[in-house]
Each structure stands twice: as C-alpha cells, then as structure tokens.
C-alpha cells in the first residue's frame, strides 16, 4: 500500500464534527467526568482516542453521537450544533449490543428501519453489507449461534448498512480473543484504506497502543480525573504503522512513556523522548485544579504482591513489551498496577522497563508478617488518603469515623462514581495494611488498634 | 381449529348476554353437571379479561415509569403500596358501589370482579416490565437511539421482547393469584340477599349451602382440569416460546419445551394466519406509529427532541397537580369520615385487629414449621424433588377460596369452627409459596458447600444453623412476605361468613369489615380498611422488609 492510496492524505479536508470546550459532569457531582475537551474530525482521518478507564473517552464518544448532551460546551455537525442523537454517525459497540431475537438478517436491517427504503431495496442492502463483510451463510443465524468475531462481525454490518458519514468504534475489539481481534482489524483497515465504505472518517475508542498506532492517523491520549486530553500526536505515515518499523516501535514506546507517567507533563515526555514525535498543532493541557490526594489506581492486593514478586523472580525488571505479552493483562490493567507499584515507592518505570526499587525487592521476598510491615509503612509514607483517614479516626474520641464523610470529601475531587472507588481501593489497601478496619453494613471506618501504636503519621 | 374459534365466539356472545342480565332475586345456581363448562367459561372470561386489562396498565404505567426519573420516584412507590395492601378489605366496598351503579342489573357485579382480579394481577406485572425496561444494557439502547428505531420500534423490537420472559413468568403468577380472587368474588353475596354471580366459585358455595357433596366434589374437579388446561394449553407453551428473548451467550442445550407448541408450530393453519393476519398487521402497526423517515428528519430530531421535552415536562406538571390535589381532596375526606368514630368503636377495630393479627401469625408460623423441612427435603433431594414437584403443583394450583366452602362443611360444627377453619384458609393460600421459595432455596444450595459441611463434619443441627438456615434464608424470607399479604387477604373472607343462609361471625378486622358492610355502617367500614392496610404495611416496613435488607445483604449466596 502507498500513501497515495490512504485516506490520511497530506491535507486535510472539511471538519465534519467537532466538540468545543465540552464538560460532563454526572447527577449532582462537583468533580466532572470530562473536562474542556476540544476535538475535531475530518473528512478522510481516523482518529483513536487512548486512555485509561476512566479517562472519559467513552463518554466523548457518546456526547459526539449525540446519545447525551455536553453539561458545558457544544458538539458541532457540519458547523452546526448537535441536538439529540447525530444521524450522521453509526456505532460499532464493544460488546456488539445485537438484539438476541433477531437473526443476523434482521439485526443488519435494523439499521436500515428509519430509512426510507422498500422491503425488497432494504434486503438487498442488508444482504451486501453481510457479504462484504465476511458474514455471507450466516444470515438466518441467530448471534447466540456465533462466536464472538462472527457477531462483531455483524456489529460493523449492521453500522457500515447504513453508510454513515462518520463511523465510531467504542473499543471494538476489546471482546475479542487476540487473534481474532488481529483478524477483524485488519479486515476493516483494508475496507478503510480501499474507499471501499462510502465513510469519511472513523473515531475509534481503545485502550490498546497498538491498535492505535496500527490504524490512527491522529492519537489523542487521554489523562484521567477529570477526563482530558493530555497530548494529541499525529500517527505514523501508512506504510510504517502495520509492520514492524523502527518508528513504530518508538513511537509505541513513547505512548507507553507517556501512559506510564500520568501526573507528568505529557509534552515534556514527548521533548525527552528519543523518538521525537510530532506533536499536532496544539498542546492540550488543561488548568490544574489542586488536588489533595492522589488519585490511586484501582488495584486489589492480590495483584498488587503478585506483581511484584513476578518482577522479582525475573531478576528485578522487566520490559513493558514482555510484561504485555507474560501477563495476558489488558493494557490497562496493566498500567494501573505499575502505577500503583510506583505510587508506592516499590517499583520505578525507566525507558519501557519496570525496575523494583530496593523496597520492592525486599517487600517480594519477606515472609507475610513482613510484607505487611513493609506495606504499612509505604502506605502512610506515600498515600495522602491513608494519613487523613489515620488523622480523622485519631481526632475521634472513639476512633472510629463515618465512611460518608470520607466519600463526601473525596467528591470534591473525583466524580461520584470514582469517588467511591477511590474509597474502595484505600479502603482495602488499609485493611490489607491492617490500619483500620471497615464495617460495611454500619458503614463505619476504626482504627485498628494493635498495629496503630507507634505510627502516628506526622506530627500534628 | 374451526371449532375451537366457534365455540369462542358463542361463548362471547353467552357472556354478553349473561353480563346485562337482570339480577334475579333470591335465585340459586343450577346445580347441574351440564351446567359447569358454562359456569367454568365465564369464570375464565373474567379472569381473561381483568388479565388482558392488567396487562395493559402495568405496560403502560412500567413505561412512563422507566421514562421519567421524576415520574418513576411517586410511581415505584405508589406501587409498592398498592402492592402491599390487602386488596381483599376493599371487596365488600367496591361490589356494594358498583351494585348500586347498575341497579337491576349483573354489570355491576361483573365490573367488580374483573376489577378485583385486577389489582391483584396488575402490581407485580407492572414491577416486573419495569424491572425489566431498567435493566436493559445500556448498549443494546444505544443502538437502537443510533439507528434511530422511534418509540414504536424501539418499544417493540427491543423493550416488549426483552421483558417477555420475566412478563411471561409473572403472568402466570397473575393468574394464579387471580383464580384466588376470582373465587373470592364470586362467592361473595350482596347484603341481604343470597346472590352470586354465575361462575365456578359460586356454584362451589351453592354447593357447599346445600351440603351438595357430590356437586363440591364435580366443581372443584372442573376447577382443577380448566387450571391444569390453561397451564398446558396457554402458559407452557408461551414459556417455551419465549425462550428465544433469552439472553444468553451461547446456545442453551435445555431450553423448555411445549409439546402444544410443537403441534401449533407444525400446523398450516396457524401459517396461514401469521402470513395473511399477523405480520401485515405488524407492518400496519409499524407504519401507523413509527412513519417512515424523510430526508428532512435528519435534522429534525434536534428540534423535536426540545419541543416534545418541554411538552413532556409540562404535562408532568400538570399530571402531578392533579393527582396531588385528588390524593389532599381523599385524605380530608377520610379524616372527616373518620373523625366520628368514639373511643368506644376504636376499641373494637384494635381488639379486632389483634386477634386478626394473632390468626395470620399462627398461620404463618404453621406454614413455615411444615414448610421448611419438607422443602429443604424435597430440594436436597433432586430425584425425589422431580416426582413430587407437579403434585405439589397440581395442589397448590387450587385456590384457597375455591376451598373454603369444603372448610366450612367440615369444620364449622366443630367448637370454635370458624376460628378453626380461618386459620385453615389462610394457610392454604399462603404455605406454598413458603413451601415453593424453601425448595428454590433448598435447590440452590452449592454443592462444594455441602460437600465443604460433610468433609468438616458439620451434621445435625449445627448443619441446619451453619449451612441450610441461612441459604435458605432470602428465600424463606421472600415466601413470607407474599404469604403474610395472602394471610390478611383471607381474613376478609374467612371470618364472616354466610353459610346456608346463616350468618356466622368471629372476632377479627376481616369481620368487622364484612359486618360493617352489611350494616351499611360507612365509617366502620373504611376505618376498619384503613387500619388493615396500615397493620400490613406497617408489618412489611417495621420486619419484613428489614429481614429483606438483612437476607440480601449477608446471606445471599452469589
């Protein structure tokens, strides 16, 4: 294939949508899910959205389609702004949302309902999306029938049917096992670069690097709490992207780099890289709101210690690269319990490696009483959450806090819904570090006496 | 199939007739064997009808529910108090008003039962769409807002069948329930008179007035054959059907079958009317309420959308003033009804209820003794559990109120017959679904755990306290809470009752509403109501919904 031939041609065409200033907050939260997004799409690009869960980028791609509304900013179609649901878009879902009762025929001329057309002209039109996309015998199936490729298969049928202007991918094939994820890719790359889908331009979710530099022509990296994007760097010429290109591979290990390091200055990064990048247009930084605490990745203990005794019985370090491929973890469940590792002071993240700190060695090869000693005291060194959990249930005369409270102080910087997440993982991390105990039914933090003595946290 | 369609629109046209019929004064039911698939078809139109009609509200209200959060926050709760008052305590008022409605004529006696069977059919209908429309994955709605389906497809291509089996499945609940009601009503005489509408109850009651053994032993054999007909010809076979709006990730090896599905699915006559009938009809209806799009609708919806939302929000507005200003009108009312009553007739309404509430915790308490280790038997014991299982069906399918008239000829010589025979009555309507929820209880226990309490030597009681007690009990929890509603239901028929023409009476709240009825006393009548629905309500947030809270939380097995 020759960059002729690929959409991602040197200039740009039209703005076919975009979203300006767009926020999100959800219900009554104070912290939003989204902040100031601006973002726009052109007739010819494919564009990926990258980030952590929680980044918002789903969120993005929902207000685009116009399935809710931006709490601030607006969504323009052609200029003009976005109100109800955008008829120039079709979405392809991660988990497929194919209607069970209805064969793989019906499901595709479903897309078809609202448009005016004759029974006959609507088969006939179902019946060439399905051949073309690989699914011709199965019409009369049932998506039960199929296996997971074979019904995501339909979810692109049923999309493409309908010719839409702009085609959304919402991490589409996340579901998929490795291979036929590969598999399907490919597929829609080809009837992306041959024009042979009258679609202008594809925005497509992921939390998968590779696939994003495998398909995109821009890569917008998404920060999270609240939802933002961090850089915006342009994807490789097409000839580079699909094989295995010396500039592929840096510009993944820079996105790796930058992923890696979520309170760092993504341009920055970008500037220290050797790979060096381009970085499209603007810079999207966002106003930062000072924060009190840490926002802590959702990671269980059990992945926790399991993680960093892996490292240490492979000598100590490892390589993203191999880590991906050892782990079968997705890409961001990954990047959370290196994060979290690095939070903690246990691990170090230097050029795509993950590198225990002396910490970490001896935290993997104590026994369990240890460990634990070990983890509590990293826990109040590095955790602002922890030390003011520890400081309210001290000031309390029966030592023991409402976990409301905490939940309520924690709205003030994270959305409703991270909110409590946050209050779940500190709650098990200071459990796990035998800090406090937590009763659920009562809904009540205390102090855990035996081990409290001898660490006040700071002196007050 | 001819036949069948000819005999249907003869029966309408029977029913019709027997509906406007003047009432006849002091006339009993021809007792005749000839007559009973007569009395069994009009006892099955009614409940037909008040079925199709609680269909259509709980559709209805679940949807408007599920649309509107501020609609859906007075809505689930008003449900939920509708849900757990004892419907039965308003029978006496409701007939007595829709008689004088119609005088001279049957209507009002039939109006009053199809609305009977009604409320106690439409609840738990409406609870379940709801539960249903909530649940939907968020996707699947995505797809169908992207692919613009309109509120018509939307409704039918998506929410109609992804509530199918959970509506299907609470149907014949419904309809359980209702044949309980159904007999209840049509045993039910009007004050100073011995008349009942024509139908399977009161010719079990006539039956039972005239110590018509033979007679008792015909109408609740028919009774039982119309149940066991309906469940084979009607609900298995729907059940089976519906199973392709299951959700599932894989095809499902033992899907439920219906062998009177098979045969319909076979038959070129049931074709013919799917393709002449059904599908233009859907297509009818497709094109009437979702018309296909212009061009222009592309950039329409956006306007549409603000419009119909200010619109929606308006009649919210109104719809809500409205019912506020009815609910204010209804309580001054109550209040001033009620504010006449001496110190010495509210000591009568709480004496009452004491004894009405002792009779339904006996009821209970002897439902729950039997109930919990036979079930946890019948559960534990799988092959035991396949041959006793449709008995216990087949029983449990008759109706507590089709049995009452057998109580009573039994039991009402005996000393304190009537006390006897009303505690009877309630716990034959209320221990099967104890007994039905303990075997579901018993059947879901983990094997590993069972085998984890064999390994660990874990027998006798302490097996029954560490292990069998607490996974059964969300789901004993669940029985009671149906049993207790179906309890207090009773009492309204079982303490007062008329038998051969005689009154017979004891203590209770369900007495003192019936008597108060036929004293035409008004103010007894809605205080003793009142207090009832209070007592249950009261019951079900002070205990049984905290027991809920408590089974959910912590003995839930997942």
């Known amino acids: ?460 | 199939m001819l036949c069948v369609v000819a005999a249907g629109a003869y029966g309408i046209l029977r029913a019709a007739a027997e509906w406007r019929a003047p009432v006849q004064r002091g006339s009993v039911l021809d007792l005749s064997v000839w007559r009973l698939p007569v009395y069994a078809g009009l006892s099955t139109l009614r409940m037909a009808l008040a079925y199709i009609v609680s269909l259509a509200f709980s559709i209805t209200y679940a949807r408007i529910a599920a649309a509107s959060r501020t609609a859906e926050r007075f809505m689930l709760p008003l449900l939920d108090i509708l849900q757990s008052i004892p419907i039965l305590s308003f029978m006496p008022g409701v007939v007595i008003g829709l008689a004088a409605l119609f005088p001279g004529r049957n209507t009002g006696l039939e109006l009053a039962a199809v609305i009977l069977i009604f409320t106690s059919q439409a609840w738990n209908l409406a609870f379940s769409f709801h539960q249903s429309l909530i649940t939907i994955p968020r996707e699947l709605t995505e797809a169908a807002t992207v692919y613009r389906l309109g509120f018509w497809r939307k409704f039918t291509r998506l929410e109609l069948p992804f509530g199918a089996i959970s509506l299907i499945a609470n149907s014949m609940m419904s309809w359980a329930g209702g044949w309980f009601f159904l007999m209840a009503s049509e045993q039910f005489t009007l004050p100073n008179t011995n008349l009942r509408i024509p139908g399977l109850g009161s010719y079990l009651a006539d039956a039972a007035d005239q110590g018509n053994r033979h007679a008792l032993v015909l109408g609740l054999l028919t009774l039982v054959a119309v149940i066991v007909l309906l469940d084979q010809m009607l609900w298995r076979p729907l059940v089976a059907w519906s199973d392709r709006f299951k959700i599932e990730q894989s095809a499902a090896s033992d899907a439920p079958r219906s062998f009177m599905l098979e045969i319909l699915q076979g038959s070129a006559l049931v074709e013919m009317i799917q393709a002449r009938a059904l599908r233009p009809a859907v297509r009818w209806m497709d094109r009437t309420f979702s018309p296909d799009p212009t061009p222009s609708d592309a950039i329409e919806p956006a306007m549409l959308a603000t419009r119909s939302r200010a619109a929606s929000r308006r009649f919210a507005i109104v719809a809500g003033l409205v019912a506020l200003a009815l609910v204010l009108w209804g309580v001054v009312a109550i209040l001033g009804a009620i504010a006449g009553l001496s110190a010495s007739e509210w000591g009568v309404i709480a004496l009452s209820a004491g004894a009405t509430l002792l009779r339904t915790t006996i009821a209970l308490a002897l439902a729950a003794a039997w109930t919990v280790p036979v079930g946890v038997w019948i559960g534990t014991n799988p092959r035991w559990a396949q041959r006793v299982q449709p008995l216990v069906q087949i029983t449990a399918s008759v109706p507590a109120t089709a049995l009452f008239p057998v109580l009573l000829l039994g039991l009402l010589r005996l000393p304190g017959g009537l006390n006897l025979a009303a505690v009877a009555l309630m716990l034959l309507g209320t221990q099967w679904y104890v007994l039905f929820n303990v075997i579901a209880g018993a059947m879901a226990i983990p094997s590993d755990l069972k085998e984890a309490g064999t390994i660990y030597q874990v027998v006798g009681w302490r097996r029954w306290k560490t292990l069998i007690l607490p996974a059964i009990f969300p789901y004993l929890v669940t029985g009671m809470i149906t049993a207790t509603g179906g309890a207090w239901n009773a009492s309204i028929v079982s303490e007062y009752v008329t038998f051969a023409g005689q009154k017979v009476t004891t203590v209770g709240l369900g007495a003192l509403i019936a008597g108060a009825v036929d004293r035409g006393d008004f103010r007894m009548l809605l205080a003793g109501t009142l207090m009832m629905s209070t007592i249950v309500i009261t019951g079900n947030r002070l205990v049984w919904r905290r027991l809920y809270a408590l089974a959910e939380s912590r003995y839930r097995l997942e």
């Open chain 1, 1 to 460: 294939m020759t960059a002729a031939t690929t959409p991602s041609a040197a200039a740009p065409g039209a703005i076919l949508l975009g979203a300006d200033g767009v926020c999100k907050y959800y219900g009554d939260d104070r912290a939003p899910v989204l902040e100031r997004v601006s973002i726009e799409l052109r007739d010819g690009e494919f564009i990926a959205l990258l980030g952590p869960s929680g980044s918002g980028k789903s969120t993005l791609l929902r207000i685009l389609a116009g399935l809710m509304p931006p709490s601030e900013g607006t969504v323009l179609v052609h200029g003009e702004a976005l109100h109800g649901p955008n008829a120039r878009v079709a979405i392809v879902f991660q988990s497929f949302a194919l209607f069970p009762w209805l064969t793989v025929l019906q499901n595709v001329e479903l897309g078809l309902l609202s448009v005016a057309l004759t029974a006959v002209e609507r088969t006939k039109r179902a019946l060439k999306a399905i051949d073309m996309i690989g699914l011709g015998g199965f019409e009369e199936a049932f998506p039960k029938e199929l296996s997971g490729g074979m019904r995501q298969r339909v979810g692109f049928a049923r999309a493409l049917v309908v010719q839409p202007e702009v085609l959304f991918m919402d991490e589409p094939f996340s579901a998929l096992d490795v291979l036929t994820g590969e598999n399907l890719r490919n597929e829609l790359h080809d009837l992306w670069t041959d024009r042979a889908v009258p679609t202008k331009a594809i925005l497509m979710v992921t939390h998968n690097i590779d696939e994003a530099v495998s398909l995109a022509d821009r890569i917008l990296v998404f920060g999270a709490n609240p939802g933002h994007i961090r850089i915006e760097l342009k994807g490789l010429p097409a000839a580079e992207r699909r094989n295995k290109s010396p500039a592929r591979a840096q510009l993944v290990d820079m996105i790796y780099q930058i992923m890696t390091n979520p309170n760092e200055d993504a341009g920055a990064l970008v500037e220290q890289h050797a790979a060096k990048a381009q970085v499209v247009g603007r810079r999207v930084s966002r106003g930062e709101r000072p924060r009190r605490y840490q926002t802590l990745p959702d990671v269980s203990i059990d992945d926790l210690t399991g993680f960093v005794q892996y490292v240490s019985g492979i000598g100590g370090k490892a390589s993203l690269h191999d880590l991906t491929r050892d782990l079968q973890l997705r890409t961001d469940d990954l990047l959370a319990i290196i994060e979290a590792t690095d939070l903690l002071g246990l691990a170090d993240m230097q050029q795509r490696q993950v590198i225990l700190t002396p910490l970490g060695q001896r935290f993997a090869e104590v026994d369990l009483d240890e460990e634990k000693s070990i983890f509590r005291s990293t826990v109040i060194e590095h955790i602002a959450l922890v030390r003011h959990i520890l400081r309210e249930l001290e000031d309390n005369p029966a030592h023991a806090i409402d976990a409301d409270s905490i939940i309520d102080d924690l709205e003030h910087s994270f959305s409703g819904e991270e909110a409590r997440r946050q209050f779940e993982t500190v709650v098990d991390w200071g459990r796990y570090a035998e800090l406090f105990t937590y009763d659920d039914s009562a809904g009540e933090l205390r102090l855990d006496e035996e081990h409290w003595a001898g660490h006040a946290p700071e002196p007050k």
